[in-house]
Structure formats: C-alpha cells, structure tokens
C-alpha cells in the first residue's frame, strides 16, 4: 500500500486514514459526511486547492431545529423592516420581516404583484448592518457548533488568512450572513441567486427548510401524483429526478434513501471556466439585441440566471459544464474563490454562510481583485471590500515568524511497515494546532524525497514572496499618494474657485443692497406732493415740512403771508364747533357760515384766514369818519383833541 501524493502540496495522506467520504458530479466534487472529523483537512485541500466544491453531510443532527424557524425568527424580529428582492424582476421592496416571514411556507400570505400573483421575495446578507454575533448571540453559537472544516472556516481558523490581519486595520465583514428566499421551484428558468462570482471562499448551510404550499415533490418514485392530489389552486408535482435535472444518481439515492429534506439546486463551474462562460453570455447578449456598456461584467453585473437550455448549449459550443449539487437540509456547500455559481430554491429555505480566506485559492483572490478595478466607479461590485493585498502581507509575515522560531517536527508513519519521515505538513499547526491535530497530522507525512525542499529553502521561498508582496505593497501605496496628491490638488483648486465665487456673491450681494436703498429713497421722495409747474424751485427739505399751528393775522394788528410749500403740507386742523369773534366786525363774517352740527363742515382755517386778511386790508386802505367808526364800535363820539377836525371831503 502506497501514500496518496497530493499536487502541489508539501505532505502525503495515507489511505487507512482517510475520512469517510463519497464523490459526486462524476468525482469531480467531494462529499464529506462528518464535517467534524479531524481527518477532513488532507482530503478537503486536495479538492479546493484545485478549484473544485466540497459538499458536507448530516450537519443537521447538531442544529437547535426550534432557533431557525420562521416563527422563530418572525417572533424576534417581526417588527424590523427591510430590503427584500423580488427574484423575478429584481425589484427591490421595503417590507417588515413578519409579513415576510408570514408567507415564508403560506402562499396565500404572500405580497402580490400587479397582476395578483404572489411575489418570489429573497432577504439577501441580513443582518445588513450589525455583526451577526453581536445581534443574534444564540443563533450564533449554535452556528459555530456545526460548521465545518473550521480550521479553514471559523473567523479565527488556523489556516483563515484573515484572522492574521491587525486590528489596527478595517477588518473585512467576512460573516456569518443570512440568505433567506421563497421557493422557486415553477419558476425553472429563473434563480434565486443568479450567476455570480464570490472574492473570496465561502461555506453555505441550509439551517432550515420549509415546504412551500404550491410545491410538491414525489421522493419514491419517479411517478407524478395524480391531479386529485393538489388540493391547492397553483400547486405543482413534480419527480425528484425532474426537479433536480441532471443531478447524478449518487445524489438522487442518497436523498431517498435518508430521507433528506430537499431545499436548493446548486450550479457550480469551475474557476477556469471564467472567460468561456463571459463570452457565452456576451454572444447571447448580442444575439438578443443588447450589449453592456463599458465598465460593466455580465458575471460581475450579478443579472443572468444560466437555465438549463442554457447550460446545455454552453456544454455544446464550450465544452463547459457544471456541478449540479442538490442541497438538503443539514447540508454544507463548500465553494471556492472564482467559482461562478448560481442557484435555485426548489422550496423555502433558511441559508447562512460565512466567507474565508484559504491559501489555496489567495490567487484567485487577487485575480478576482484585479477585475473589479476595471468596472466603473458606479458599480456596486467596485470597491475592494477584501484588502487582499494587506491579507496576503501579513498571513506570509505570520508564516515566516513561526518557521524561525518553531522548527517542525520528524514524525514516521507505520501504515503497511513503510517508513516515510519528513516535517510537519504546516509551521503553523506546530505553533497553535487545536487539541485534536495529533490525531489529524498522524496521517499526513512529508516524503523524504530528494526533490522536496530543505527547511532553509522553504524559508529563503518565503522571504522572496514576502519581499513580492512588500514591493507590490509598496506600489499600491506610491499609487495610492499619487492619487491622494491629485485629489488633494482638485481639492484646492476647488476651494479657490469656490472662495472666487464667494467674493463675487458678497459684491453682488452689497451692490443689489445699495440699488434697494436708493430705490427705497426714490420712492419715498416721489410720494412727496408737487409744487407749480412754473415753479423751479427744489423740494423743501424734511426739516421745514412740519405742522404749525394758525395764527389769526387780525389778533397781531398785520397779516402774515405764510410760506407757500408749507401750506401745501400743513394739515389742516378742525375748527371749534363755536365761533369766537373779538368784535362786532366779526359777527356778519359769523353769520355768514352756519354752526358745524346744523349744516355742513366749517371751511378750513387757511380759507378763513386768507378772508379775514382781504377784508381787513381792505377797510384799512379806504379811509372812513370818526363817526362811523364810533358807531360800528358802539362808542360815543368824542373827538379827541390830538386829531385834526375832518375834512369836508
């Protein structure tokens, strides 16, 4: 009996160790079935080191079924609302998790569309905002008891290469996040995750399955039920040979035969496959009539579901073809960085997964890194959320620390009397192995071939990845100050345009207050009452048009020619209601205008006054007798001795 020698990998495993496992998709795709067995990490490297998926089995005995039911879930969190995806149009809608949740398994409590057909609703990396450990402690733990391989997996997996990187950087939201989506089982040619590129590995576990209304699935034969069967309107039967499409009998027997909820139908296609399986969609593209702009990626886009004419014309004309794995309840799908996959719910299922970074497949990492740069800067896919690069710097320093200060040790296998001596198949594992790796590195040898590497020479390999990874650092970091330089420099451009800007609004501010101030004086000065039109003289200042009280010329013995522009202003005052006269010269005046309250309103005084001084000028300009004088006085005569006899004229 001879060792297994894997590609590309420093260690052999010996076949009587071997963990209990099956091989699916035509022994492209491995399946586990005890994803806590220790012996799982030789065998499950073999296939993710070469871009295949690994299928784990029988999870399900170790979930608290009761924590992962949509009452569960509906009872907790049913007042929060959230983004759901219609999956057939892609539409996006804002609903609260009860309603959703309310129509997880009951058709009838679904949302409906315009055309009063219930909605195919996905609730897509949720929680969206909050850690997954922080926001639902219990269903966490009870994740982390059945996740496998978690050397690789757990957030502080041994061989997770970011785990390695510092807190002083951003740490990279790796999960644990929920996919929760209706069945989509009528609906063949649409998916419930459409084909997509993850990047970076990742692990998928349905926690729970529930069997939607409209769906019913024959698991003994291959034989449809009869129509008296359906008791609902819209409810569909169908074979597990037919639902599951080119699934193998592997599959298919293991599903009967355990009777295994069925939830998903996955298709995988293998990393190399990436630019045939583009240029396949952009030949269809075209033939439909449509191209993509510039900046976008028909994977990358995340808006095409391969169906099964599809897949088997891509088989056709390219030579390609995918994994059909069927996902039951308990089951974990293992899929490794730059695998395009897709899937499609064949009933309601409640999914988590959590995304690591795997040593294996770190190119791939960088690769996938690379494509995204060249999308547009409006693409939702743009942004480098991994920090590969720093990734990749710090996991290769961590290895470089553990071989110098932690040499690895000789072991000898025994299996069928032959000796195979040689090193630890990993530093690190010396340095912080779980308790259980005794057992695990029992059957994993490093051959003392004379090909194999010394230790020094592992080391030096090392230093000049790291010296790699340094320079290539190092020009990311000059690219990323020139472009810090050059957005520095539009900065202050920007800023002197905009104080430029800020000078011209505060002039054009001050000028427009001005012409508001000069209009308001003009205005005011136009209310001011006109003079003669023969008159040239300027308009009295403010200081002059002020009321003054009357003064009656007779009292002061002269008459008083008042200014003109003034009595234009003045206002005139009311009149006493009775009249005062100082002599009898008066009374006929008074007689004259009747008492206010028995007639009309008494003329104005300036009226009154301009009578009063004509009628007195003239009587002093026309003489009259002493006589005359006494009688209209009421005097007697008496002519006094100072004044000359009168005439006799």
Same mark, same amino acid.
């Given at each position: 009996?001879?060792?297994?020698?894997?590609?590309?990998?420093?260690?052999?495993?010996?076949? &009587?160790?071997? &963990?209990?496992?099956?091989?699916?998709?035509?022994?492209?795709?491995?399946?586990?079935?005890?994803?806590?067995?220790?012996?799982?990490?030789?065998? +499950?490297?073999?296939?993710?080191?070469?871009?295949?998926?690994?299928?784990?089995?029988?999870?399900?005995?170790?979930?608290?079924?009761?924590?992962?039911?949509?009452?569960?879930?509906?009872?907790?969190?049913?007042?929060?609302?959230?983004?759901?995806?219609?999956?057939?149009?892609?539409?996006?809608?804002?609903?609260?998790?009860?309603?959703?949740?309310?129509?997880?398994?009951?058709?009838?409590?679904?949302?409906?569309? #315009?055309?009063?057909?219930?909605?195919?609703?996905?609730?897509?990396?949720?929680?969206?905002?909050? !850690?997954?450990?922080?926001?639902?402690?219990?269903?966490?733990?009870?994740?982390?008891?059945?996740?496998?391989?978690?050397?690789?997996?757990?957030?502080?997996?041994?061989?997770?290469?970011?785990?390695?990187?510092?807190?002083?950087?951003? /740490?990279?939201?790796?999960?644990?996040?929920?996919?929760?989506?209706?069945?989509?089982?009528?609906?063949?040619?649409?998916? %419930?995750?459409?084909?997509? @590129?993850? @990047? %970076?590995?990742?692990?998928?576990?349905?926690?729970?399955?529930?069997?939607s209304q409209d769906v019913v699935i024959n698991y003994d034969d291959d034989v449809k039920a009869t129509n008296s069967e359906s008791t609902y309107l819209k409810r569909k039967v169908y074979?597990?040979?037919?639902?599951?499409?080119?699934?193998?009998?592997?599959?298919?027997?293991?599903?009967?035969?355990?009777?295994?909820?069925?939830?998903?139908?996955?298709?995988?296609?293998?990393?190399?496959?990436? !630019?045939?399986?583009?240029? +396949?969609?952009?030949?269809?593209?075209? #033939?439909?009539?449509?191209?993509?702009?510039?900046?976008?990626?028909?994977?990358?886009?995340?808006?095409?579901?391969?169906?099964?004419?599809?897949?088997?014309?891509?088989?056709?004309?390219?030579?390609?073809?995918?994994?059909?794995?069927?996902?039951?309840?308990? !089951?974990?799908?293992?899929?490794?960085?730059?695998?395009?996959?897709?899937?499609?719910?064949?009933?309601?299922?409640?999914?988590?997964?959590?995304?690591?970074?795997?040593?294996?497949?770190?190119?791939?990492?960088?690769?996938?890194?690379?494509?995204?740069?060249?999308?547009?800067?409006?693409?939702?896919?743009?942004?480098?959320?991994?920090?590969?690069?720093?990734?990749?710097?710090?996991?290769?320093?961590?290895?470089? %620390?553990?071989?110098?200060?932690?040499?690895?040790?000789?072991e000898v296998c025994t299996c069928s009397g032959a000796a195979h001596s040689g090193a630890a198949h990993s530093a690190p594992a010396a340095h912080s192995a779980p308790a259980h790796s005794?057992?695990?590195?029992?059957?994993?040898?490093?051959?003392? /071939?004379?090909?194999?590497?010394?230790?020094?020479?592992? @080391? #030096?390999?090392?230093?000049?990845?790291?010296?790699?990874?340094?320079?290539?650092?190092?020009?990311?970091?000059?690219?990323?100050?020139?472009?810090?330089? *050059?957005?520095?420099?539009?900065?202050?451009?920007?800023?002197?345009?905009?104080?430029?800007?800020?000078?011209?609004? *505060?002039?054009?501010?001050?000028?427009? &207050?001005?012409?508001?101030?000069?209009?308001?004086?003009?205005?005011?000065?136009?209310?001011?009452?006109?003079?003669?039109?023969?008159?040239?003289?300027?308009? =009295?200042?403010?200081?002059?048009?002020?009321?003054?009280?009357?003064?009656?010329?007779?009292?002061?013995?002269?008459?008083q020619q008042a200014d003109p522009h003034i009595q234009e202003l003045r206002k005139p005052e009311p009149r006493h209601p009775t009249m005062r006269s100082s002599d009898s010269r008066h009374?006929?005046?008074?007689?004259?205008?009747?008492?206010?309250?028995?007639?009309?309103?008494?003329?104005?005084?300036?009226?009154?006054?301009?009578?009063?001084?004509?009628?007195?000028?003239?009587?002093?300009?026309?003489?009259?007798?002493?006589?005359?004088?006494?009688?209209?006085?009421?005097?007697?005569?008496?002519?006094?001795?100072?004044?000359?006899? =009168?005439?006799?004229?």
């Open positions: 009996m001879h060792c297994i020698s894997v590609t590309n990998l420093p260690f052999t495993i010996c076949p &009587t160790d071997e &963990t209990p496992h099956d091989l699916i998709c035509n022994g492209q795709v491995l399946a586990l079935k005890d994803g806590q067995d220790p012996r799982n990490t030789p065998i +499950f490297q073999k296939f993710h080191q070469k871009g295949n998926a690994v299928v784990v089995y029988g999870l399900q005995g170790g979930i608290n079924s009761g924590l992962w039911t949509p009452e569960s879930f509906s009872k907790h969190f049913g007042h929060e609302r959230e983004r759901v995806v219609n999956t057939t149009t892609l539409e996006v809608h804002r609903i609260s998790l009860k309603d959703f949740f309310d129509g997880f398994e009951d058709v009838n409590e679904r949302l409906r569309n #315009e055309n009063g057909d219930p909605m195919v609703l996905k609730l897509k990396d949720w929680p969206t905002t909050w !850690d997954f450990k922080e926001k639902l402690p219990q269903w966490y733990e009870d994740f982390m008891k059945v996740l496998p391989m978690k050397n690789y997996t757990h957030r502080d997996g041994l061989y997770n290469i970011a785990r390695y990187l510092p807190n002083i950087y951003c /740490t990279p939201d790796l999960g644990p996040k929920m996919y929760i989506a209706y069945s989509n089982a009528n609906n063949p040619n649409e998916g %419930s995750t459409v084909l997509h @590129i993850d @990047i %970076s590995d990742a692990v998928n576990i349905i926690m729970y399955v529930g069997e074979t597990l040979r037919e639902i599951c499409e080119d699934t193998d009998d592997r599959q298919l027997d293991r599903i009967r035969r355990d009777r295994c909820k069925l939830g998903a139908l996955w298709h995988i296609f293998h990393p190399n496959d990436i !630019d045939k399986i583009r240029h +396949f969609i952009h030949k269809v593209l075209n #033939e439909n009539g449509q191209t993509l702009p510039t900046g976008h990626d028909p994977i990358h886009d995340q808006a095409m579901y391969l169906d099964k004419d599809m897949r088997k014309r891509l088989f056709q004309e390219y030579g390609v073809k995918g994994w059909p794995i069927a996902q039951c309840e308990g !089951d974990a799908v293992m899929i490794p960085a730059g695998a395009p996959h897709q899937v499609r719910n064949l009933q309601s299922c409640i999914k988590i997964a959590e995304d690591f970074v795997s040593p294996e497949r770190v190119s791939f990492c960088l690769k996938h890194t690379q494509e995204i740069r060249h999308l547009s800067k409006n693409h939702l896919n743009q942004e480098d959320k991994l920090q590969i690069k720093n990734l990749l710097y710090h996991g290769v320093k961590e290895c470089v %620390s553990v071989l110098r200060n932690h040499p690895p040790a000789k005794n057992t695990a590195n029992a059957s994993i040898q490093v051959s003392n /071939t004379p090909g194999r590497d010394s230790k020094d020479s592992a @080391i #030096e390999r090392l230093k000049a990845e790291l010296e790699a990874v340094k320079m290539a650092h190092a020009a990311d970091k000059k690219t990323f100050k020139d472009l810090l330089d *050059t957005q520095q420099a539009e900065y202050l451009q920007a800023k002197r345009y905009y104080d430029v800007e800020k000078r011209a609004n *505060t002039s054009l501010k001050s000028e427009v &207050t001005r012409l508001m101030k000069l209009q308001e004086q003009t205005s005011s000065s136009q209310r001011l009452p006109q003079t003669s039109s023969s008159s040239s003289q300027p308009i =009295p200042s403010l200081m002059k048009v002020v009321p003054i009280p009357y003064t009656n010329p007779m009292e002061h013995g002269r008459s009374s006929s005046d008074a007689s004259k205008h009747p008492h206010p309250r028995t007639s009309e309103i008494p003329p104005p005084p300036e009226s009154r006054q301009r009578s009063s001084s004509a009628s007195s000028a003239e009587k002093r300009k026309r003489p009259i007798k002493l006589s005359q004088y006494n009688e209209m006085t009421g005097k007697a005569s008496k002519q006094p001795t100072t004044h000359p006899p =009168p005439s006799s004229e």
